[in-house]
């Protein structure tokens, strides 16, 4: 059943506009994405759970008076994350947390008014009131509260980035997802119009899209299939008409030729002279050739307005069946045959949707052709191999091959040689042939989605070379090349 779509009421749109939809979104998930994440930072500070960044400064400002005054500079009196360092008036050390290499650096950068502590921390300078000089390394950075948390969590500048990379990737990737699949459904009309075409069913109804430049598209594909529709509806009228024509011809010339025969063959049981009997025995032979002709003919029309049904086989019964009729033929015709089996047909596991008397009849033809122009000695070879391909899924084809040892196609035979009615030249020549053999292979071959292909073999030893090739996949599906 093919899928509608309703049009009233659904608004179309451009590529370009739905381009800059996905832009619009994108910027706005972005900003959406550095909003929430600052918010959280504002929520954690607020709820108390870390310090502002600016916290250490804010923090000496309000007890510089207090270390200032103090007895004992405390660690209390220090910022958390801090460390700090009590110089006598000679910057002789005193006490603090500072480490030894720590600590001449600091009395240095004092004597400097030097602020810049290196690595992200500074210094802050506090004259005491008994002279002595109190240094205080912080660092202008956000921390938790919890020193247990400062030490087995990333800094909170790290998890603000980090949660602003997450919800900036994940909304990226989900705006990706949605517009994909939108344009995949968008587009999923035009696969399945040219999905139909390519199957030749034109008896579809052409969907619409919300997209302005595939529903042109669709509007082109109508249009093609119109004129497809209109032009094989020709083909086939002509194609009916021709074969009504052949038949009409084939009747018309049927009855008079039957007259001839008739008549020569009552003159032959009479007394007449040897110039005659010869007269006599060229009519009979001729109008022989002629009714080959016809029946020939008869049995091209018969074969295809006969529709016989598809069978599935798998590869290796299909290689006994043909490689068993091109015995028989050739054990009958008491010629030697040699078989090759050129690829593991028996582990192909592809199936293969054959009518079994088109093949037969097709395979029958190339065997007929190759043990006729053989050299008789060597008789002919016949060949089968599994060919993986790449254009499918589980696909592969099979090729079977006919060899004869004769003089091989000449360049006319190469061009014309499935042409109907095309004896070949004096190298393939008979007059008792009327030139449909490979013709009807062809056309049996083409009709199952496979192919026949005609060269000449390139060792020197060998003349013709006749391949049909059979599609087919792991589903049994019938396969085009």
Known sequence: ????????????????????????????????????????????????????????????????????????????????????????????????????????????????????????????????????????????????????????????????????????????????????????RELSGLKEITDKIAENDLEFTAVSSELIEVNEVVASLAHLKEALQESLERQWDMEREKALRLRALSHDIKTPLTIIRGNAELMAEEEISGEQKKWNKTILENTGQIESYLTAMRNVLKEENDAEELISVSADSLQQMLFAQARQ????????????????????????????????????????????YTDPIRGIRV???????????????????????????????????TQEFYRGDDSRHDRSHQGLGLTIAKRFIEAQGGKLELKNSECPQEGGQVSLYIAGNKDGKLDLF
């Open 1 to 184: 059943m093919d899928r509608k779509r309703k049009t009233s009421n659904r608004k179309e749109t451009s590529i370009a506009q739905l381009f800059l939809h996905f832009i619009v979104l994108f910027c706005i998930g972005a900003a959406a994405a550095a909003g929430m994440s600052f918010l959280l930072i504002v929520l954690l500070e607020n709820v108390g759970g870390i310090y502002p960044a600016n916290y250490a400064e804010t923090f000496l400002s309000e007890r510089q008076e207090e270390i200032r005054t103090a007895d004992w500079v405390e660690e209390t009196m220090i910022p958390p994350g801090s460390d700090y360092g009590v110089y006598e008036t000679d910057g002789t050390w005193a006490y603090g947390s500072f480490d030894e290499q720590e600590r001449d650096k600091a009395w240095e950068a004092s004597g400097r008014s030097d602020t810049f502590a290196g690595k992200g921390y500074f210094y802050r300078f506090i004259l005491r009131e008994d002279q002595k000089r109190c240094i205080v390394r912080y660092r202008l950075e956000m921390r938790y509260r919890s020193e247990v948390m400062n030490r087995i969590l990333p800094r909170p500048e790290c998890v603000l980035i980090g949660t602003f990379l997450f919800l900036f990737f994940g909304q990226t990737a989900w705006l990706v997802r949605y517009f994909s699949g939108k344009l995949k």
């Open 329 to 372: 033929m050739a054990e009958a015709k008491h010629l030697p045959i040699e078989v090759v089996r050129m690829g593991a047909l028996s582990q192909t596991e592809a199936k293969f949707r054959i009518r079994k008397v088109q093949i037969l009849r097709a395979w029958e033809n190339l065997v007929g052709n190759a043990l006729e």
């Open 383 to 417: 060949e089968a191999e599994a060919q993986e391909t790449t254009a499918k899924s589980g696909a592969c084809s099979l090729r079977f091959c006919v060899i004869d040892y004769g003089n091989g196609f000449s360049r006319k035979d190469l061009l014309y040689g």
